[in-house]
């Protein structure tokens, strides 16, 4: 198969779909691996790493589309993008066509088959691709949290761990999934006074048994949330309805309710985030002040760490991309329910049900499309 890379060109993303170490892999199998130019260099891959791995340098994202016969990304293709895809071409990347009407239509309407990383499964009912992308995203969210608590970037000037005499900053977060558990683990060991909430009883009993002390939790009801952030220096938002738009959990006039300078952290804005007042923000412009509360809403927060986050989502990746080239799509799906989970769309027709649910579109059983 020929597998190919773009450059991400969505604003301030640093990372690659795929690391030469994969690249190298896939070339090992026989299939013919075609990066776009400088592609790796945001993540600190050159072109001479990828060669040295055995694949093929290009000019242009339009020589990766018009050659490949996949398409291995990072973000969900932006319009120019999606324009360059056709019909029976492959598209392995981040989708989160929930909140995103848009971009749902133009895959339709290219005709081209496409497997969201973030719907992938595994056998633990986890997300296998989202989750190393959710791991960097919550060890993140306490340390641009902190930064925004500081006062000179608008926040309440208040210091995570406290000193001796003063104590610390209360951060509560609401989700105790991936991101949430990341996320309470860092802000914890900065110190912090945090408090877990879900709406999952396994989840928190997992949380108490594993983290005891270091941090509290708490059942995830509107009245526990609107206590809590009331008393709160910063809130994270981590919730996640797997593929649908994430739910509303703090509204505009509950901002009211809070202390001057607080700061609202959502994780989830990549799914349409989790409280009323967020949009979504880039890494050059994170922040932004609703009634005195402080928001950062970076849709792609693991851009930050580029490095860290591409081999990471590489590592995760891989036996899927390997899979797909090996086997083709059909017979990948087949041979995989887990994999088969990735597929939202196929030649025109939506095939995940929560997006059709979400945009209002018919859903084909993915089974249905995959049969021999
Ligand atoms: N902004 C970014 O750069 C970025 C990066 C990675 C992940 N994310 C997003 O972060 C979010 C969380 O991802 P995750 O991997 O931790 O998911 P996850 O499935 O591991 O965890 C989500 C948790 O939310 C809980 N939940 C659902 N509804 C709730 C409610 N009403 N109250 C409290 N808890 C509730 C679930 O029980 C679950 O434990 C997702 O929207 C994901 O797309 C964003």
Redesign the pocket.
Known sequence: MKVGCPKEIKPQEFRVGMTPNAAGEAVARGHEVIIESGAGLGAGFDNDAYVAAGARIVDTAEEVFATADMIVKVKEPQAVERKMLREGQLLFTYL?LAPDPDQTHDLLASGCTAIAY?TVTDASG??PL??P??E???RLAPQVGSWTLQKANGGRGVLMGGVPGVGPAKVVV???????THAAKIAAGMGADVTV????LP?LRYLDDVFGAQFKNRY?TAGATAELIADADMVIG?????GAA??K?VSRAQLSTMKPGAVLVD?????GGCFETSRATTHADPIYEVDGIMHYC?????GAVARTSTIALGNATMPFMLSLADKGWKQACQDDPHLLEGLNVHAGQLTYYAVGKALGIDVVSPNLVTKP
């Open positions: 989160h973030e986890g997300l989202l989750a992308m959710s960097v995203a919550g609401i989700g105790g999934g991936v991101v949430g909430l879900d709406r999952s989840r995830s981590a919730v996640l309805i797997p994430a739910p959990l994780v989830a804005i990549d799914q970076v849709a792609n927060m693991p």
